[in-house]
């Protein structure tokens, strides 16, 4: 606090939040980690020790390379520092090799890839309206803003317990959101095109950005009541942006399409065996479909509807990350996911096309794609809740309504998160770290809302505000 209250006086408080978050970063260090810490030091391994050929077809280890080709780069760019810090970490036959140096290695990793995070975060922040300005600094909204994204609980337990690379990505896309409220259309373009092929995951919210880019930036102009001046189109800024996207996809899969292994790479980008859910069931419609098949297939048993010998020992219900069969209900495919997915995101769509409300409307029309795919889509890991969590912060400080979905949003979604720390030690870390952040989140909000309608009572009200 002492600090916070120094930095207020000589306007850095940005930095200070940012120096804070990463102590605490720092103090995560000797915590728990996932299986994820031993797939991102496999593919250390892999990227280190093999030729480019190789990166898609080794499978020494069950955790293999299934992550666009700009993050298997990148991480062969990490593995020529990891080599100053212990040269075991790269042998791809050291299967779950772990050190104390192995360890400050990838920890230290992350926290330092988290840099773009915190730039995207401050240019995110340059975008927000000034106009709710309260007589304090810890009312403003940029700084509510900045606390919301740089301390976000979800965020901080995923990358840095947990462990993962999430930090800098989400920094791509918050960037990549910041140039386009900034009118940089192309900057904003190129961005997200890189960001896609750092991780697929992104895909879910590329029609977001297709449709905004084609509306607002090929479209030079308007019509009086908003709808399409068709003779404004540009041509040229169709190619532009066909052309930006053509020359970030050919630098990342040119290689492997000249190795003629591109099959090679989607079969591991998009491995649709996995099955309908991930080993933790993400909260979402699928999850509801597969306790509604358990619940059915007990009921049929015990009513002798159903026969035990034909009911496979695993089951979709089971949780295992394989496919399988539904007992009861019908047996969903990657292509209902799809369909179910499309149709969940097009009343969003249509309405970017047709009632534009520029940059905003694209942040709504972006964590709703986020939300359809969350809800309908195939193999959804519960952290991809996360996609809808940190674009709706950059809502919650423009309007009450916003806000309140928000805090309903991201109180369940990070809640959602808690299997994936299971251990003793962690589990009052994940407690403190939720109800400082969530208490934060609705104090502070509430405090800049304050003469508007009580949030949380009329939130039901407000959903509209995201169509």
């Known amino acids: 606090m002492a600090a916070l209250t120094i930095a207020t006086g000589t306007g850095n408080w940005f930095s200070a939040l940012a120096l804070g978050v990463t102590l605490l970063k720092c103090l995560l260090i000797p915590t728990y980690h996932s299986t994820d810490f031993e797939v991102h030091r496999n593919w250390l391994a892999i990227t280190h020790s093999l030729p480019i050929s190789q990166w898609y077809y080794e499978a020494t280890s069950e955790w293999t390379l299934d992550y ?69 600094l810890t009312e403003k909204p940029k700084f509510i803003l900045s606390v919301l994204l740089l301390w976000n609980f979800g965020l901080l337990i995923v990358d840095h317990i947990h462990f993962q690379y999430n930090g800098f990505l989400f920094g791509l896309m918050l960037l990549s959101i910041a140039r386009l409220f900034q009118k940089r259309h192309m900057e904003g373009a190129f961005l997200f095109a890189v960001l896609l092929h750092f991780k697929h995951i992104y895909l879910y919210v590329a029609p977001a950005y297709g449709v905004y880019l084609l509306r607002s930036y090929c479209f030079t102009a308007n019509k ?94 089971s949780g295992l990350v394989q496919q399988f069969q539904h007992t009861v209900l019908p047996s969903v495919t990657p292509l209902a ?110 405090t800049l809302f304050r003469r508007s309608f009580t949030l949380v009572a009329q939130a039901g009200v407000q959903w509209h505000d995201l169509s």
């Open 337 to 446: 996911t799809l369909i179910c997915t499309l149709i969940a995101i097009l009343p969003s769509i249509f309405c970017l096309w047709f009632k534009p409300q520029g940059p905003r409307g694209f942040l709504r029309c972006l964590t709703l794609c986020a939300l359809s795919s969350f809800m309908f889509g195939w193999h959804v890991h519960e952290k991809a809740i996360l996609l809808a969590i940190l674009p709706m912060s950059l809502l919650s400080v423009g309007k009450a309504g916003d806000a309140s979905i928000f805090l309903i949003l991201t109180t369940t979604g990070h809640y959602s998160l808690f299997p994936l720390l299971f251990t003793a030690p962690e589990l009052p870390i994940k407690i403190l770290l939720m109800l400082l952040f969530t208490i934060y989140s609705i104090s502070s909000l509430k």
């Open 68 to 136: 666009p080709p700009f993050f298997a780069w990148f991480e062969y760019i990490l593995s020529h520092v990891a080599k100053y810090f212990d040269q075991e970490m790269l042998n791809v036959h050291n299967l779950n090799y772990s050190s104390s140096r192995t360890l400050l290695f990838q920890r230290f990793s992350v926290i330092f890839m988290d840099v773009l995070f915190v730039y995207a975060v401050r240019e995110c922040c340059k975008c927000i309206d000034g106009k709710k300005v309260g007589k304090e």
């Open 224 to 317: 009086p009541d908003g709808s399409i001046r068709w003779k404004s189109f540009s041509f040229v800024r169709l190619i532009s942006l066909g052309l930006v996207v053509f020359l970030v996809s050919a630098l990342s899969l040119g290689p492997f399409l000249a190795l003629n292994q591109l099959p090679q790479v989607f079969s591991r980008l998009f491995p649709f065996k996995r099955g309908l859910c991930h080993a933790y069931w993400a909260p979402n419609f699928w999850a509801l479909y597969n306790a509604l098949d358990k619940v059915l297939s007990v009921i049929g048993l015990k009513l002798k509807f159903l026969d035990p010998n034909n009911i496979p020992k695993a089951s979709m219900t």
